[in-house]
């Protein structure tokens, strides 16, 4: 503690022996510094110390102006009019009083003690001022309000007796006396005063304990309150922080993010409910990882969906023709770690499609998406890995095209600055038209797919109970290859998996992403 400080504290709790002090009193009676006063107090309270009680209050100080201090030493321009006029019924003429001591105070002086009937104005050809008799006492100085008042003010900020309306007068009207607000503090000996700061006990030794149990000592307490220090360690990952920056341009388009929990997922939900055939390549566990234990899901659903996909498959509907086959519902049971998160946003259509059925309202356009990991069975080199995250989004609603597709896709990568798109045709079992995405990379020189996408097939929506007006549009992308292409990693192996290079959780690709 600085000595000015620790002279502060004694003299402060000497004082707050007898009373409370306002700490505006306090530090100009002493001569001490304001706001070293009040961190004293302060401090004397704080959390745990309790040596010191206080309250703050906003108060106004009152000091004379230039004009004041005048009135203070010679009297109120008033008063000095009156002294000028020489007793007797003669007085003075009105030209000769303008010139004589009242000098510059003339014009408010006279205003004044004419409105005090102090004086008096005998109109004519030559005008005269004579004192009014009988009122000697009142403009004796002593009777001088103005000036009492003046003087009441140089003795204190906050004089005693002087009532507001005067106050007023003299504050705005007449400018004799200027307001400054102040805060002050008004302490009182709090439950733990003492004459001497006590340090409370922030070590647990037996002699502190033994000092605490005797009562000699007490422990620091803790405070619960207090923010501690920010550490500066760790940062998110590039994949993460990429992350980030789409799920915040999905939310900024009204997209609803979709649960994405189920890293093990059965066929049906994977495959099945997106009319990918059982004979599918991809469901060929060269592609794609089966889970020995357990080998199949326990529950697929039981409301009739089940049976309409499987018709689906079998027989088509709705002017499709299926895919001819015997479906088979252990196929459709087998547990998997998910190819991609199109079966989170199948399941998600399948509850939507439950709303549309049971809701009276209109349906509404809905919007969802989705960012997490999904498994692919693939050999791995610096392009592929088994595992990789998806980003994936999907607009529902009414009569929507294969334009608003390309609108929407145009719209979702401009926001994180890729502007040159071209589309090319290509084959999803579950979407039809599908397209793939391809955007110029100016650092590579050339064009490279970053995505997929599609509207989703009515073979898909007809089994779930989506009604036939309502379209769905979809796309995916790995967040991968987005975040690679920005931080210049031609090996998937640095940016994931236990040969990541730390040194790029330094780098902050956000604000060059979003640039
Ligand atoms: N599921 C596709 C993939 O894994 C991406 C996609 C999503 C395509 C939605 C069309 C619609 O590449």
């Not at 998406?369 to 009414?398: C, K, P, W, Y």
Request: net charge neutral; charged share 25%.
């Amino acid at each position: 503690m600085s000595k000015d400080k620790a002279e502060v504290e004694s003299a402060l709790l000497r004082a707050l022996q007898d009373a409370g002090i306002d700490s505006q009193s306090f530090a100009s009676d002493r001569g001490f510094d304001h706001d070293v006063v009040v961190n004293v107090i302060k401090s004397l309270h704080s959390t745990g110390v309790d040596m010191v009680d206080y309250s703050e209050e906003a108060s106004v100080h009152y000091s004379l102006t230039e004009a004041g201090r005048e009135v203070l030493e010679r009297g109120s321009p008033e008063a000095q009019v009156r002294e000028s006029v020489p007793e007797g019924e003669d007085g003075v003429a009105l030209a000769d009083a303008k010139v004589g001591a009242a000098g510059a105070v003339w014009d408010e002086g006279f205003k004044f003690a004419m409105q005090l009937k102090w004086i008096r104005l005998e109109k004519g050809a030559a005008p005269r001022v004579r004192r009014v008799e009988g009122v000697a006492a009142s403009v004796d100085p002593i009777r001088d309000l103005v000036r009492s008042v003046a003087a009441s003010v140089e003795a204190s900020t906050e004089p005693a007796g002087v009532s507001d309306k005067d106050m007023d007068v003299l504050v705005k009207k007449r400018k004799l006396v200027q307001v400054t607000k102040v805060r002050k503090y008004v302490a009182t000996a709090g439950p733990r005063w003492a004459l001497v700061r006590q340090k409370p006990a922030t070590d647990l030794s037996a002699d502190v304990l033994e000092a605490v149990l005797a009562g000699e000592v007490r422990f620091k307490e803790y405070n619960f309150e207090t923010l501690g220090g920010v550490f500066k360690v760790g940062g998110l990952h590039p994949l993460l922080k990429v992350r980030d920056d789409f799920k915040s341009v999905f939310l900024g388009m009204g997209f609803e993010e979709m649960a994405t929990n189920k890293w093990v997922e059965s066929s049906f939900w994977n495959f099945d409910t997106l009319f990918q055939p059982q004979q599918h390549p991809a469901r060929d566990a060269h592609d794609t990882f089966f889970l020995e234990r357990p080998e199949t899901c326990r529950s697929l659903p039981a409301d009739g969906y089940l049976a309409r996909v499987k018709e689906m498959h079998e027989v088509g509907g709705a002017g499709s023709i299926g895919y001819r086959y015997d479906w088979s519902e252990d196929e459709a049971r087998k547990n998997i770690l998910r190819t991609h998160t199109t079966a989170v946003s199948s399941r998600m259509l399948n509850r939507v499609a439950r709303e549309i059925q049971s809701s009276m309202a209109p349906f509404k356009t809905r919007r969802f998406f989705s960012v997490d990991r999904v498994f692919r069975n693939e050999s791995v080199d610096r392009t592929h890995l088994a595992e990789f995250h998806q980003i994936e989004g999907l607009v529902i609603g009414m009569r929507l095209t294969l334009g608003d597709l390309l609108g929407t896709i145009r719209e979702f990568f401009a926001k994180i600055g890729l502007r040159q798109l071209r589309f090319k045709p290509t084959f999803n079992p579950y979407t039809e038209p599908s397209m793939e995405i391809f955007c110029f990379h100016p650092g590579l020189g050339k064009w490279v797919e970053i995505g997929n996408s599609g509207m989703f097939r009515p073979e898909m929506l007809g089994p779930m109970g989506i009604p036939k007006d309502v379209q769905c549009i979809a796309w995916g992308l790995s967040l991968e290859r987005p975040t690679m292409i920005l931080h210049g990693i031609n090996n998937i192996r640095d940016l994931f998996g236990h040969k990541v290079d730390l040194n790029l959780i330094e780098t902050n690709p956000v604000s060059r992403l979003l640039a």
